[in-house]
C-alpha cells in the first residue's frame, strides 16, 4: 500500500508536477488548491497524510493556522512549508508548531526529495510511538488498579480525577511494593500527555555525579569520560512524564538544581551555556515519610512544596485483604500468557496461607510469591509448598548459620533471595553498631544503597546511624 502524501498548493501547474513527481516515487498523492478543502480531507474526509507538502500563504489564509488546528487535533505526519517570500516570524512560528523544514521557492528538486525522504522516516517513527501509546494505554486503563477493597475504589476515583487534570507535579506516596510505577503509569497513558514519552529513574540506583548527569545530560567535555553530547532524562522527558522513583533518596545538593529546573521550566546540561526549555510533568515516589525527612535535614521544604501539588498515598496490601482474590486472579491470568501454564483452581489451604500472611512487600512480594508457586507447580496443580511465606516478625532467618567472622547462607530453597539480603544486611549493621558508612564500606557498596535497603526492608531507626 502506497503512503499517503497532501500536497497544499494554490498553483495548478506546480501543483501537478509535484503530484506527478512524488506519485512516480509510489506516493499515494492528494492535491489541495486552498486551506479549505485541505481542512475538509484532513478534519472530515480522514486523510491521514504521513508528508504534507504546502505553500505558506494561500488565497483562503496562512496554512500555518492549519497545522496548529493540526496539531491540536493530534493528526500525525510531518509538514514541510514552502514559500516564495517567507519571512522570519514565520519561519520561527513554523518551527514552534513543529514544522519539519521551512523551504523557499523555487527549490530544487533533489534537496525537496531528500527532505521528504527524512521527513517519512520521521513521521513512520512518530506513528510507531502511537500505536505503542495505543497500546499502553489499553494495558495501563484506570481499571489496571486491581481491588475491589474501598481503599481500592478510592484510588481509582482519584486516579480518574487526576488524569483530566494537566498538574505539573505530584507526589506518590506508599510503602515498597504498593504499585507507585503501575500508578504512574496509569496517570501517563491515561492523561494528556499520552503520546509524550514516559522517561523512569531510581533515585536510590544512581550514585550522585551518575546521577546528575543521567537528569540534566552533559556536553562533549564536561567531565573525562564525556565524549559527546548526551541529552539528560530530563530533557528526553520533554512533552511527557518524567518518573523520579525514590525522590527521598536524591542528594540535598541535586535537589536544589531540579527544584530550579521545575520553576524555570529549563535545564543547562553539564558543562553547557545555553538553557534548554522543558515541558514535563514530574511523578515522584516515595516510601518515606518526606516531612520527617525535611525535618532531618534530607530532603528540601521548598522542593517538596513545588512536587507536592497533590499526594497520592497508596494503601498496603495488608489494610485492604479484600483485594487479595481478585490480585491473585488477575496476576495468575498474566502469567498464564507469559509462561502457557494455567492453574485451574487454588486449594483452600493455600488460600489460608496467602490470606494470613501480612505480605510486607505488598503486591510485589504477591507477584513473586505466586509466580514461583506457578513455576514450580504440576502442570498448573498447586501447592503450599513453594509458597516459602516469611515467617512473621521473624527478622532472622533460623536456618542462617552465624559466627565472629563469617555467616553461612542455606540454599535449600529455605531463604528468598530478599531475605538473604535482608539478613546480610541487618547482620553487618548489628557488627558494625549501626554504622551505615562502615556497613556500606563491609560490603563494597555505597552509603545510599544501605540507606535505601534499611527502608525497604525495615530495619528499623537503630540501623541508620552515619
Keep these: 500500500m502506497n503512503e499517503s502524501m497532501l500536497i497544499i498548493e494554490d498553483e495548478p501547474l506546480f501543483g501537478n508536477e509535484l503530484k506527478r513527481h512524488f506519485s512516480r516515487q509510489e506516493w499515494d498523492v492528494t492535491v489541495s488548491s486552498d486551506l479549505a478543502s485541505a481542512r475538509k480531507l484532513l478534519f472530515e474526509d480522514g486523510l491521514a497524510p504521513l508528508v504534507v507538502i504546502a505553500d505558506m500563504n494561500l488565497p483562503d489564509g496562512n496554512s500555518l493556522d492549519l497545522l ?27 518551527i514552534q508548531l513543529g514544522a519539519y523544514d521551512f523551504l523557499e521557492k523555487p527549490c530544487e528538486r533533489e534537496r525537496l526529495d531528500v527532505i521528504v525522504t527524512s521527513a517519512r522516516r520521521s513521521a513512520l517513527a512518530q506513528r510507531t510511538l502511537s500505536d505503542q501509546s495505543r497500546t499502553e494505554a489499553v494495558k495501563y ?34 510503602e515498597s511494593g504498593t504499585g507507585k510505577g503501575l500508578v504512574t503509569r496509569i496517570l501517563h497513558y491515561s492523561g494528556p500527555r499520552s503520546e509524550g514519552p514516559l522517561i523512569e529513574l531510581n533515585c536510590a540506583a544512581l550514585p550522585k555525579d551518575l546521577l546528575e548527569s543521567e537528569l540534566f545530560g552533559h556536553e562533549a567535555g564536561a567531565f573525562t569520560d564525556a565524549k559527546g553530547r548526551r541529552r539528560g532524562l530530563i530533557e528526553q522527558a520533554n512533552g511527557g512524564t518524567l518518573f523520579l522513583d525514590e525522590i527521598g533518596e536524591m542528594p540535598v545538593g541535586l535537589q536544589a538544581k531540579l527544584l530550579k529546573a521545575l520553576e524555570d521550566r529549563s535545564i543547562r546540561r553539564l558543562g553547557g551555556e545555553k538553557e534548554v526549555k522543558v515541558d514535563v510533568q ?15 535535614g534530607e530532603f528540601r521544604e521548598d522542593l517538596y512544596h513545588r512536587l507536592n501539588v497533590f499526594n497520592l498515598a497508596l494503601p498496603p496490601l495488608r489494610t485492604r485483604v479484600d483485594d487479595l482474590k481478585p490480585l491473585v486472579t488477575d496476576i495468575l491470568a498474566g502469567l498464564a500468557k507469559q509462561t502457557g ?17 501480612d505480605w510486607p512487600g505488598n503486591v510485589r512480594e504477591l507477584r513473586n510469591v505466586l509466580e514461583r508457586m506457578l513455576l514450580f507447580s504440576d502442570n498448573g ?56 558508612a562502615a556497613t556500606a564500606a563491609a560490603l563494597r557498596t555505597t552509603r545510599e544503597t544501605i540507606r535505601y535497603r534499611i527502608k525497604k526492608y525495615r530495619l528499623g531507626p537503630d540501623a541508620a546511624a552515619v
Excluded: C
Design 282 to 296: 514530574i511523578v515522584a515516589a516515595t516510601n518515606r515519610d518526606l516531612v520527617k525527612a525535611i525535618e532531618a
Design 341 to 357: 501454564i494455567i492453574v485451574a483452581d487454588i486449594p483452600s489451604d493455600v488460600w489460608a496461607q496467602l490470606q494470613s500472611y
Design 141 to 174: 486503563r484506570i481499571e489496571a488498579f486491581v481491588g475491589r477493597s474501598e481503599a481500592a475504589t478510592q484510588v481509582r476515583e482519584t486516579l480518574s480525577r487526576l488524569a483530566d487534570i494537566p498538574l505539573s507535579a505530584l507526589i506518590i506516596s506508599g
Design 68 to 94: 496548529e488546528a493540526v496539531r491540536k487535533r493530534k493528526i500525525h505526519g510531518e509538514w514541510i512549508f514552502l514559500t516564495g517570500y517567507g519571512g522570519v516570524p514565520e519561519s520561527v512560528r513554523a
Design 381 to 436: 496443580a498447586v501447592s503450599t509448598k513453594w509458597l516459602q511465606l516469611r515467617p512473621a516478625n521473624n527478622d532472622t532467618p533460623s536456618a542462617a548459620r552465624i559466627n565472629d567472622d563469617s555467616m553461612l547462607i542455606p540454599l535449600d530453597g529455605s531463604m528468598g533471595l530478599e531475605d538473604v539480603e535482608r539478613h546480610i544486611i541487618a547482620e553487618m549493621l548489628k557488627r558494625k553498631k549501626g554504622n551505615v
